[in-house]
T-cell receptor, first 109, second 113 residues
Framework: GENVEQHPSTLSVQEGDSAVIKCTYS??????FPWYKQELGKGPQLIIDIRSNVGEKKDQRIAVTLNKTAKHFSLHITETQPEDSAVYFC????????FGAGTILRVKS | SQTIHQWPATLVQPVGSPLSLECTVEGTSNPNLYWYRQAAGRGLQLLFY??????ISSEVPQNLSASRPQDRQFILSSKKLLLSDSGFYLC????????????FGPGTRLTVL
């Protein structure tokens, strides 16, 4: 089955800097890669996703890149703000979603 | 638009007591429904999923069970809670094939004492 590894487990950045979170997956049949943001005590919120026929997708300050050959994908957040502080999860699926372990992002003001 | 509700929001139960958590979805028909557990604020473990009324697939053997009595209602139950059942329980929904574009509810914080 699919296995997703996510790095780093924690990330601290200064407000205004960029943040990058990376994930690798094992199943070459996976074709959908979402990213979720979870604030304390709340359910995860889908923030951006990418499908296997696309290499990059942007939505304002966030972007996701996918390298199918290397089987890894990344979340990029530019001009970070304190409200970006949260836990971020990547996931991959060709059928059932398999999640990474999460990254705690702290944006210091 | 679609919305997903979970209740209760928090629950404290003694070991050995029964459990019933409820999830309902509005604004869509025949959704796929999922129960996840999240321990220690990290990691999402899929417990059950359902593609239709009365259809339940279990992902891991455990002390819990799930039921889907109505199209947009999903219930997580236990006859006797264990300490290890403590955690944050999340319900999610999707349309189409199981997997893509899952949307999560607000969650239920369960503490077993």
């Amino acid at each position: 089955g699919e296995n997703v590894e996510q790095h780093p487990s924690t990330l601290s950045v200064q407000e205004g800097d960029s943040a990058v979170i990376k994930c690798t997956y094992s199943d070459s049949a996976s074709n959908y890669f979402p990213w979720y943001k979870q604030e304390l005590g709340k359910g995860p919120q889908l923030i951006i996703d990418i499908r296997s026929n696309v290499g990059e997708k942007k939505d304002q300050r966030i972007a996701v890149t996918l390298n199918k050959t290397a089987k890894h994908f990344s979340l990029h957040i530019t001009e970070t703000q304190p409200e970006d502080s949260a836990v971020y999860f990547c996931a991959a699926t060709g059928g059932k979603l398999v999640f990474g372990a999460g990254t705690i992002l702290r944006v210091k003001s | 638009s679609q919305t997903i509700h979970q209740w209760p929001a928090t629950l404290v139960q003694p070991v050995g007591s029964p459990l019933s958590l409820e999830c309902t979805v509005e604004g869509t028909s025949n959704p796929n429904l999922y129960w996840y557990r999240q321990a220690a604020g990290r990691g999402l473990q899929l417990l059950f999923y359902s593609v239709g009324i009365g259809q339940i697939s279990s992902e891991v053997p455990q002390n819990l069970s799930a039921s889907r009595p109505q199209d947009r209602q999903f219930i997580l139950s236990s006859k006797k809670l264990l300490l290890s059942d403590s955690g944050f329980y999340l319900c999610a929904w999707s349309v189409g094939l199981p997997g893509p574009e899952q949307f999560f509810g607000p969650g239920t914080r369960l503490t077993v004492l």
